[in-house]
């Protein structure tokens, strides 16, 4: 009688299943309309022949966004799991598309789909990077500015993750704020 | 408890031929 490893024939169940989004600006069309639902997953091998099938982020149209969010929430601040929330924002220079893009933006899926935060994973909405000239963005979405605890933590075991270096700061700012900000910048609501 | 996977373990799946 033959006897049959399971691990060779079960894909790896991920904890969430989730979805990844594409944004493409076309100007003619509403931002929602631009906004494109690509596929979901809820294993690890699904996930690697989806990241493995589209182009690597830095061979994005500039004004293109990828975001995963787990499935049910909408990569929007409007989204009822996104409204009281905010982002974990990494801003990356003009020439880090080269040199960190791709490395931030995988390191960033590996956390979420993984689930990397402990118990406060189940803060985290989604992540999104924004392709862009000026310079490129990549953050992490939880659910509510106010959970400090969780807020904290995600981001500490997200710069750990990605080995940012010490002396590099990243600031958290909530979505209500990115909002409304008249200015270019938004107020921290946390530096880790 | 939570399916954790770490970057290592979800690393080695990349380029394993996936299962039907």
């Known amino acids: 009688q033959e006897i049959v490893n399971p691990e060779a024939y079960i894909k790896h169940p991920l904890q969430n299943r989730w979805s990844l989004w594409f944004f493409k600006n076309d100007k003619s069309k509403t931002w929602q309309a631009n906004q494109r639902l690509i596929s979901k997953f809820d294993t690890v091998e699904d996930f690697w022949a989806l990241y493995n099938h589209i182009q690597l982020s830095s061979n994005l149209m500039s004004g293109c966004d990828y975001s995963l969010f787990k499935d049910g929430i909408e990569p929007m601040w409007e989204d009822e799991r996104n409204r009281r929330g905010g982002r974990w924002l990494i801003t990356l220079t003009k020439q880090q598309r080269r040199s960190d893009l791709d490395c931030y933006w995988l390191g960033t899926l590996l956390c979420l789909v993984g689930e990397a935060f402990d118990d406060y994973s189940d803060d985290v909405c989604g992540a999104v990077v924004n392709i862009r000239t000026k310079g490129d963005k990549i953050a992490i979405w939880t659910s509510d500015y106010e959970n400090r605890e969780a807020v904290t933590h995600i981001g500490r075991v997200y710069k750990e993750r990605l080995g940012l270096p010490m002396k590099m700061t990243i600031g958290y700012q909530s979505h209500a704020d990115t909002s409304t900000k008249s200015g270019s910048s938004t107020k921290n609501k946390f530096v880790v | ?20």
Do not use: E, T, V
């Open chain 2, 1 to 20: 408890g939570k399916r954790q996977y770490d970057r290592g373990f979800l690393l080695a799946f990349q380029f394993m031929p996936a299962c039907i």
